[in-house]
């Protein structure tokens, strides 16, 4: 057979920009900077650090989510350089503790405030457009990086994350707020 170039797209998909960044789907191309996160040894907290190999596994499962569930977390794309530097967005596998807005930045990315811009916008993604009720952040309790984003979007801990097999042995806090308590929070910021 001879060799094919087969491009899928999802119809449909949204591309967001906030004043630094591109949210849009994942594409093969950030593949390399996404194996360098999850290569890392500050991965720890999520999962990590991987192969490469089980880097590129993982990196599937959010066209997989996207295709199938029609979310998943965005490629976070930075505006001026178009780097790829992390990815942030709604993540509910099978038997999550709830609505998650999830994110993981590149360590070359971290310290820009780029997680909380990201994490703005996609909030508001998944509550006008998913119609969430809630969001939440599963984060491991030594992630204090992770905490100080979640406060800074607004979130309180909740208490312990029940995970689900296999990520049951892992520890995990629940961080989260309502839709009302997001949109509230919102308002008073723009006046």
């Not at 999850?38 to 295709?67: C, K, V, Y």
């Not at 971290?110 to 119609?131: K, M, N, P, S, V």
Request: aromatic share 10%; hydrophobic share 40%; charged share 20%.
């Amino acid at each position: 057979m001879g060799g094919l170039d087969v491009a899928l797209e999802i119809g449909g998909a949204p591309v967001i920009e906030t004043g630094r960044l591109v949210l849009r789907l994942p594409q093969a191309g950030d593949f390399e900077r996404y194996a360098e996160l999850f290569g890392d040894e500050s991965a720890r907290h999520i999962g990590g650090p991987l192969s490469r190999g089980d880097a590129w596994r993982r990196f599937l499962q959010m066209p997989g989510a996207w295709m199938l569930q029609g979310f998943g977390m965005f490629s976070v794309v930075e505006k001026a350089s178009g780097r790829w530097v992390g990815q942030a967005g709604p993540w509910q596998p099978d038997g999550w503790p709830g609505t998650e807005v999830g994110y993981a930045f590149h360590p070359d990315a971290r310290g820009r405030g780029y997680a909380t811009e990201a994490c703005e916008a996609a909030i508001d993604w998944a509550f006008d457009t998913l119609g969430w009720t809630e969001v939440i952040h599963c984060i491991a309790p030594a992630n204090t990086a992770s905490q100080q984003v979640a406060v800074r979007l607004g979130s309180t801990r909740l208490g312990k994350a029940a995970l689900p097999p296999p990520l049951d042995t892992h520890e995990a806090d629940l961080w989260g707020q309502s839709r009302e308590a997001w949109r509230a929070r919102r308002a008073e910021s723009s006046r």
